[in-house]
């Protein structure tokens, strides 16, 4: 399926604003998408396997805060950064 990568997390994947990676759950694709562009799962899973608090998932455009979410190879998942500071 099509992965939209934010800006920051664009270092893991060569540049690349969109890749393509694989699995049946939000959780398994961090896996992959891991697999394939190592230390990028760390960015936005934490050490208690919770999705971080400035990361956004969004499938087909409906936010998802649950790693247990089911996928099809035909979703697209946009990944997001919020950006904090003043």
């Known amino acids: 399926m099509r992965i939209l990568i934010p800006n920051p997390l664009r270092s893991y994947t060569k540049d690349a604003a969109s ?14 998408l891991d697999r394939r562009y190592p230390g990028m799962r760390f960015r936005v899973i934490d050490e208690q396997g919770q999705i971080r608090p400035h990361i956004r998932f969004f499938v087909n455009g409906l936010q998802h805060r649950d790693l247990t979410v089911s996928l099809n190879d035909t979703d697209e998942v946009m990944i997001v ?3 904090s500071g003043g």
């Open 19 to 32: 890749v393509n990676a694989a699995g049946s759950t939000l959780g398994e694709l961090t896996f992959d």
């Open 81 to 83: 950064c919020a950006l």
